[in-house]
């Protein structure tokens, strides 16, 4: 089993039974998603930005036109953290202190530079597509060079990172399982719901089988 | 129509035609949800945590444990950023470059302050419980003073704020909309399953209406 190492940044403190440093463990949290909120310091503020993303050994990829002056401010600064989070339900428990929420979260930590090969970064962009949409890269127009130009690819290399899950039912004080109150489970998912055909030409066409896929399996 | 103030720190560089000032649309993307993502300093170090909020007027409240060392740094710490997000849909383009996604979002910036009343914690500690279930408050066990006395609620006032909002179709460019390629849009929705019910009494209890219509506003 690898862990990331710990340090005072990614330590858990708070419900440190809740959390692992497994990277195993971190990357099946980050595989799960697409979006992720990137945190770093602008004009000595620290902001946080959803971008989307994808994950490749220890390295997290995000993208953002040339014009982005956030992803500009995120690649000279030299501090940036990610944070991925999952919500999987709905703790009500019997008293207010013991409500809480089902999740799956991953902080991580590290240094950032930009990619510079075209190669390099095609790859990269089907990658982040591919995470967001499986199999989807290949069905489409493929880049042209002055897309490529006025697209920054930026890797952030995990140095270190710490997870926490919570997927365990409701926790009361001893004294109170006995109250006439309801307590329990709703479980929340993130869903899928039909795609909608853009006009012209795919109103007409049967919608290719991964994108179908996407739909059914999230049912 | 009254509007947060731009400056240098909230003004919407790119995509400014989705971008809005707008306090009252703000606040309906607020008001949306209950997790939101704070962003803070430590060592240096930009951290982003989700956290469970409510907000009334133009204040956040956040809550956690006095023994919480996030939360204390939070509130120690001059700057802090909110972001809340709902992803809406999968924009999938023709093209790689113009993949996108639905979402509502807002990032709040503003100043900090411990509330310190037990009548004022209590009566946010409530608007947190119901901004996350509707109605649950009153259907609980009230809080006792020495759970009072280690839950730290901390009182966010926006400053300024912006908010992004992407809420329609595919964008091409003009040459491709003649390929055969399938474009549209995968609406994502965040839904509450069937509630699973703690064990002991609640086994045998009816769920309770406002759990119940939570579940099914949300099919």
Same mark, same amino acid.
């Given at each position: 089993?690898?862990?990331?190492?710990?340090?005072?940044?990614?330590?858990?403190?708070?419900?440190?039974?809740?959390?692992?440093?497994?990277?195993?463990?971190?990357?099946?949290?980050?595989?799960?998603?697409?979006?992720?909120?990137?945190?770093?310091?602008?004009?000595?503020?620290?902001?946080?930005?959803?971008?989307?993303?994808?994950?490749?050994?220890?390295?997290?990829?995000?993208?953002?036109?040339?014009?982005?002056?956030?992803?500009?401010?995120?690649?000279?600064?030299?501090?940036?953290?990610?944070?991925?989070? =999952?919500?999987?339900?709905?703790?009500?428990?019997?008293?207010?202190?013991?409500?809480?929420?089902?999740?799956?979260?991953? *902080?991580?930590?590290?240094?950032?530079?930009?990619?510079?090969?075209? =190669?390099? $970064?095609?790859?990269?962009?089907?990658?982040?597509?591919?995470?967001?949409?499986?199999?989807?890269?290949? *069905?489409?127009?493929?880049?042209?060079?002055?897309?490529?130009?006025? *697209?920054?690819?930026?890797?952030?290399?995990?140095?270190?990172?710490?997870?926490?899950?919570?997927?365990?039912?409701?926790?009361?004080?001893?004294?109170?399982?006995?109250?006439?109150?309801?307590?329990?489970?709703?479980?929340? $998912?993130?869903?899928?719901?039909?795609?909608?055909?853009?006009?012209?030409?795919?109103?007409?066409?049967?919608?290719? $089988?991964?994108?179908?896929?996407?739909?059914?399996?999230?049912?």
């Amino acid at each position: 089993m690898k862990e990331y190492p710990q340090s005072k940044i990614n330590r858990i403190k708070r419900g440190a039974n809740r959390g692992t440093y497994d990277v195993e463990k971190i990357n099946t949290i980050l595989d799960a998603g697409f979006l992720c909120y990137v945190g770093y310091i602008y004009d000595g503020k620290p902001i946080t930005i959803p971008m989307a993303y994808s994950r490749r050994e220890d390295k997290i990829y995000i993208h953002g036109s040339t014009a982005n002056r956030m992803l500009l401010s995120i690649l000279e600064s030299e501090e940036t953290s990610i944070t991925v989070m =999952h919500l999987d339900g709905l703790v009500l428990a019997r008293s207010g202190l013991h409500h809480s929420v089902n999740y799956r979260s991953a *902080t991580l930590f590290g240094s950032l530079k930009k990619v510079e090969k075209d =190669h390099d $970064k095609t790859k990269i962009l089907k990658w982040i597509v591919d995470q967001m949409m499986p199999n989807q890269w290949d *069905t489409l127009r493929p880049m042209y060079q002055k897309e490529l130009d006025r *697209t920054l690819v930026v890797e952030f290399t995990i140095v270190t990172a710490s997870a926490k899950v919570r997927d365990i039912g409701v926790l009361d004080e001893p004294e109170d399982y006995d109250l006439p109150i309801w307590a329990g489970i709703i479980p929340i $998912k993130q869903v899928a719901k039909y795609p909608i055909a853009d006009k012209g030409k795919p109103e007409n066409m049967q919608i290719p $089988k991964h994108v179908l896929d996407y739909y059914d399996e999230n049912k």
